[in-house]
């Protein structure tokens, strides 16, 4: 049900040392299920702006390391109550700017609460100093926090993928700048200020902005850490600008996961064939480690094609992402629609068959696909 609340306008600011700063410039967001609707702004951040934003961490930095593990963990348990506390706003401004559905919304917050509670879970042990005797003497093992975590995050799970970045990195004992997505920046921005408002200031910074930004993170001297997921491309960028100071770097890039079915496999198995359909549906496909293939031996084919169509006619549901009924929302964004429309333009002009179609979004499914050179990214 869409409240008043569901259509207000969104405005979020960079977070620079425990405080908003407004820069001179703003875009907008749109919502992918009806563009004319703008569902917040969100700034530019100058590079200026980052590098403020770079040296409050580091500032913060050099107090917070000192900071007990245990009082780490409080801190973040408490951040975890506030954001489950507010799940539903941040659910559907979440729906309203990505295009996923409720549930998938829902799910999200779900899956960042569990591992933030993991990360907190688990700090204690896996930071805790290892001793090992042997026969000349005893090696002791400690952990030291890094320092300036820079955290890049991608559009598709925008919250998810930034709170497996903060969490972990904070419990460590490190500061972090967070840049969100574009594409999908104001329910992580306004999830990232609630987990800092229970930490000090310049522990967590949020940045925004272009290119200029990216490359500021990626090689300024007082960033150690850089953890980005995203696109191939822009990690062979990250990595050279990151080269001149030789960062640590946890990069997690896109995937084209295959699912393959053996001639051993039951067609019959309504519960197996939604599950396939869902591993190549959910959030519209646009998750790295869905199933953006499958293959199947050719004993089965035929039979597998049926199943699969009666599947997806029962599972998948286009429209909008607020009705309950919605299991499939719009792609994210225009660029997006567009590459995913040339994938199956492509398929097709290559032999593919298009056996399942839906114009709202992009719901196309390949058959009898005999080429092996076919654009699969």
């Known amino acids: 049900m869409t409240t008043q609340a569901d259509q207000e306008t969104v405005i979020v600011e960079a977070f620079i040392n425990g405080q908003n700063v407004k820069s001179l410039s703003q875009l907008a967001k749109e919502n992918p299920t009806n563009p004319s609707e703008i569902v917040g702004y969100f700034p530019v951040t100058t590079r200026e702006q980052a590098v403020d934003a770079i040296e409050a961490a580091a500032g913060a930095f050099k107090t917070w390391k000192q900071i007990s593990i245990d009082e780490r963990i409080i801190m973040m348990r408490k951040a975890i109550e506030k954001i489950r506390a507010a799940e539903n706003e941040i659910v559907h401004l ?215 169509i009666e599947a997806a006619n029962r599972w998948i549901r286009i429209g909008d992402p607020f009705d309950s009924n919605t299991t499939v929302g719009p792609v994210n964004n225009l660029k997006q629609k567009d590459y995913v429309l040339g994938l199956v333009e492509d398929a097709q002009k290559r032999g593919a068959k298009v056996i399942l179609s839906v114009k709202f979004l992009i719901r196309s499914c390949l058959t009898k696909v005999t080429t092996y050179n076919l654009r699969l990214s």
């Open 94 to 308: 979440l729906s309203r700017e990505h295009g996923k559905p409720l549930y998938d919304a829902h799910g999200e917050i779900y899956v960042s609460l569990m591992w933030m509670e993991f990360a907190c879970n688990e700090a204690k042990s896996a930071l805790q100093e290892e001793i090992k005797e042997h026969e000349n003497g005893k090696t002791i093992l400690t952990y030291d926090p890094m320092g300036v975590v820079a955290a890049i995050s991608p559009w598709n799970y925008p919250i998810a993928l930034s709170t497996i970045k903060i969490a972990p990195a904070l419990l460590a004992g490190n500061t972090i700048v967070l840049k969100p997505s574009p594409f999908a920046p104001l329910a992580a921005a306004k999830v990232a200020e609630i987990i800092a408002s229970e930490f000090p200031a310049g522990v967590i910074n949020v940045v925004h902005g272009d290119a200029d930004v990216g490359v500021e993170l990626t090689s300024n001297p007082h960033v150690t850490k850089i953890a980005f997921t995203g696109g191939t491309a822009t990690a062979k960028h990250i990595i050279k600008a990151a080269s001149e100071t030789i960062k640590d770097m946890t990069l997690e890039l896109g995937g084209n996961d295959a699912a393959i079915f053996l001639e051993s496999f039951d067609v019959h198995d309504e519960r197996a064939m939604r599950r396939i359909v869902i591993s190549n549906f959910l959030t519209t496909g646009q998750i790295c480690m869905i199933a953006k293939r499958v293959y199947v031996h050719r004993s089965i084919y035929d039979a597998f094609v049926e199943k699969y």
